[in-house]
């Protein structure tokens, strides 16, 4: 079989990680996750997000640096759950945005992220799942978990409006677009079968990109 090297990407509560996790355990591929046990500076920065967000952000360019060049490398086919070129064009530019990541710190930043995603593999697609605001809101209340009290509407649509500015100028593979508010592939195989006939239908090259 083809080695495939596929990234999830998407805003938070949408389903990222329960996507990698049983693609992974369905097909048989490597899957990765983002770094939180282990993150040194995660509880610092929910503390206070000014004093930390450039150390979280330089940790966090790392780990996936790290893990995409693993994943890529694997003789088995992988999927990620989160990708490097959310944690620059989301999750640093929000802080940016907010004030807590400032111009020196981010400009820096950026530096260094463009110097590390030129020399990286491309992937061979990109998933991007996403949902309505409400709905993501909903799902991480029900998953309560503690560092994630915080969230707003408001934050999760900041969220939004990114993503959408970056995936329209994105070029490194194609990705296929997945709305995943009717969609529990966590509860209902069928859901999952769907989303594996895009994704396979989508490596093959076929048109279909969108999936409601």
């Given at each position: 079989?083809?080695?495939?090297?596929?990234?999830?990407?998407?805003?938070?509560?949408?389903?990222?990680?329960?996507?990698?996790?049983?693609?992974?355990?369905?097909?048989?591929?490597?899957?990765?996750?983002?770094?939180?046990?282990?993150?040194?500076?995660?509880?610092?920065?929910?503390?206070?997000?000014?004093?930390?967000?450039?150390?979280?952000?330089?940790?966090?360019?790392?780990?996936?640096?790290?893990?995409?060049?693993?994943?890529a490398n694997l003789?088995?086919?992988?999927?990620?759950?989160?990708?490097?070129?959310?944690?620059?064009?989301?999750?640093?530019?929000?802080?940016?945005?907010?004030?807590?990541?400032?111009?020196?710190?981010?400009?820096?930043?950026?530096?260094?992220?463009?110097?590390?995603?030129?020399?990286?593999?491309?992937?061979d697609l990109m998933?991007?799942?996403?949902?309505?605001?409400?709905?993501?809101?909903?799902?991480?209340?029900?998953?309560?978990?503690?560092?994630?009290?915080?969230?707003?509407?408001?934050?999760?649509?900041?969220?939004?409006?990114?993503?959408?500015?970056?995936?329209?100028?994105?070029?490194?593979?194609p990705v296929l677009?997945?709305?995943?508010?009717?969609?529990?592939?966590?509860?209902?195989?069928?859901?999952?079968?769907?989303?594996?006939?895009?994704?396979?239908?989508?490596?093959?090259?076929?048109?279909?990109?969108?999936?409601?």
């Amino acid at each position: 079989m083809t080695k495939r090297f596929i990234l999830v990407a998407g805003n938070i509560g949408v389903g990222k990680t329960s996507l990698a996790e049983r693609l992974g355990g369905r097909l048989g591929w490597v899957s990765g996750f983002e770094s939180v046990a282990d993150n040194p500076y995660l509880a610092d920065f929910y503390a206070d997000m000014r004093q930390w967000s450039f150390h979280l952000q330089v940790f966090f360019l790392g780990h996936r640096a790290e893990q995409h060049l693993a994943l890529a490398n694997l003789s088995q086919s992988a999927i990620a759950d989160r990708s490097i070129y959310e944690d620059a064009h989301i999750f640093a530019r929000v802080l940016h945005h907010l004030g807590n990541l400032n111009e020196r710190d981010y400009e820096s930043y950026r530096h260094v992220y463009e110097l590390i995603v030129s020399t990286l593999p491309r992937p061979d697609l990109m998933v991007y799942l996403t949902a309505p605001v409400p709905v993501l809101l909903e799902r991480i209340r029900k998953r309560a978990r503690p560092i994630e009290t915080g969230i707003t509407a408001e934050y999760l649509g900041l969220l939004d409006t990114f993503y959408n500015d970056w995936l329209s100028d994105f070029d490194l593979c194609p990705v296929l677009t997945i709305r995943t508010q009717q969609l529990d592939f966590v509860h209902h195989s069928h859901h999952l079968d769907t989303v594996i006939e895009r994704i396979e239908a989508q490596l093959a090259g076929r048109e279909e990109v969108v999936f409601d």
